[in-house]
């Protein structure tokens, strides 16, 4: 209040605070009001606005003369604009046409926020988005894409990664057709008749039925693409398998386990877990130095995700619980090269490499869902994703005898992946019955190195205990992994 006349000069500021409510600061003169220029700098605070807000912010008894240069606003969707009248300043907030995608820095950014004015005035999350600064709104849209749902697909897709190496473990170092040299009583015909001694000759592995499992722990991380945000990751599972060697040499098998994956992105904006049990067959066969292993697996998902939504008015958890299933089929063909002798009583070499070329397919299907939780909640379609790969490398297996009493294999691993069809996992959303839009989450790394190296030791003629590492790095992904196997055969 001011009692007498109030003046603005040229350059000056009058800095106006506002409410969605239709509250505001204002300067009220018991006698005149003089504007000879300076600008009106609204502060507008968070909150729904209407399309149009209407506040006085200057009157006088005696009447106001003249107008300000100039007038601006924090808000990025609502133009200020002002009215004279004989006794007093009126500021008006109206919607302006700056459409709420033209402030996103990202394609999921740009995604949602055309989803959300696709839902129009008197839909929550519009009304609270009419009110929000440039940054806040930035902020706002990186919160409700829910990208995780997407970035899911990822995490499920390295999870069957090391599903897939355990059994390809089982067929790599199994020996899916190895004979061994056993000793026979035989007869010097020449220079010792009558006399016997044992001769080395090659007769058939008796031990054809083998029961194995591998546990195994992973850590990694997907980084941000500038588009979905970091998500960390973390693994635990076990597998547990049954076969048999036929006598012309294939190995057949049956497997199941189970696994468990936690997501976790930076800040617990967002956070998961995706638990998994399956079942698969798998077979293998040599002929010479050639190898072949396949195997198929099925994996029944339920995903349980969590979003933590804080912007300006809102507040919220969103979670979602669903199902879905990953299926893979793989293969590969190798070529064993031998780089020197057997162990005594052993028909395998005891070194060697083996050159490989692999294949796989894998299918990611995700149910639909709804989340709860408040007015960010969303709903999903159903979706599959199909990734299929290809791997090249080269792998070697060495054994020696550390006078332990039991000898001890190395071995070790190193190749290229390709992947190649739904790299860029996507999902479909919407916000209850607005708009539909489609987010697309961290992207599955394209090309990517594999290794692995790991140690076996033959606790007995039967049995066989084995720890190993298995990693997997990309220019935005990695994946480490520790595993422990015990293979018993009789």
Known sequence: TVAGNASFAAGSTFQVETDAGGQSDRLAATGTATIQGGTVRVLAQNGTYAPRTGYTILSAAGGVSGTFAGVSSNLAFLTPTLRYQPAQV??????NDVAFATIAQSRDQAAV????????AGAGLYDRTVGLTTPEAVAAF???TGDIHASSVSAAYETAFFVREAILDRLRWSGAA??????????YTADLPGRAAPVPVRVLDPRVFGLWGQGFGSFGQARTDGNAVTLNRDTAGFVLGADVRLESGIRLGVAGGYTRTNLDAPGQTASGSIESGFGGVYGGSEAGPFALRLGAVYADNGLRLRRSVIVPGISE???ARYGGSTVQGFG???????LGAGLPGRSAPLSYIEPFVGGAYVGIDRDRFAETGGVAALSGASRLSEIPTLTAGVRGQTEVDPGLGAPVSLHGLVGYRRAFGDVIPTALLAFGTGPSFVTAGIPITRDALVASAGVDLRVSAAATLGVSYTGQVGSRAEDHAVKGSFTYRF
């Open 113 to 120: 926020a055309t989803a959300i004015q696709g839902a129009g």
């Open 332 to 338: 590969e063909i190798g070529y064993r090269i031998a």
């Open 178 to 187: 190895t004979r061994d040299y056993g000793s026979l009583p035989a007869t």
């Open 317 to 319: 958890t969103e979670s």
């Open 142 to 144: 990186q919160a409700l």
């Open 90 to 95: 009126d500021l008006t907030l109206t919607r």
